[in-house]
């Protein structure tokens, strides 16, 4: 079995950074879990407290990935996976947002499980 951290659930591509996460909604707390595999690809598993029904728990995501990654919320869209607990997120950005997603994810992937607020406190 292929160790979860090996690979991580982000990808730079030229119209931003994709990410993949495995979202459980009506959540107690909204959370960032740890990185792992389903089906041969690689998710960031997150929690947010709305329920999925007309868009709620969606736009729980797309908010909570832009407060975990200090960007505009409209920064952050669905790609792919809007009727699925599996997403694709499409998050606007350079390479410096890239880096800054790819250092809080390898966090992950060493099973540091929890708040979805900034790594820095923010």
Known sequence: ????S???????????ILL???VAPKSRAE?????????????????VT???EDGKANGAVCQA???WLGVRKSAV????????????????G?????EKLTGLLQSRAGGNAGSFANEDGA
């Open 1 to 4: 079995m292929e160790d979860p």
């Open 6 to 16: 090996a690979r991580l659930p982000a990808m730079l591509s030229a119209g931003g």
């Open 20 to 22: 993949h996460v495995k």
């Open 31 to 47: 959370a960032f879990g740890e990185i792992e595999s389903y089906g041969g690809k690689t998710y960031l598993k997150m929690q």
């Open 50 to 52: 709305a329920a999925a």
């Open 65 to 67: 990935v832009a407060r």
């Open 77 to 92: 869209a669905i790609h792919s996976g809007h009727k699925s607990r599996f997403k694709c997120l499409s998050i606007s």
């Open 94 to 98: 350079g390479r410096d947002i890239f």
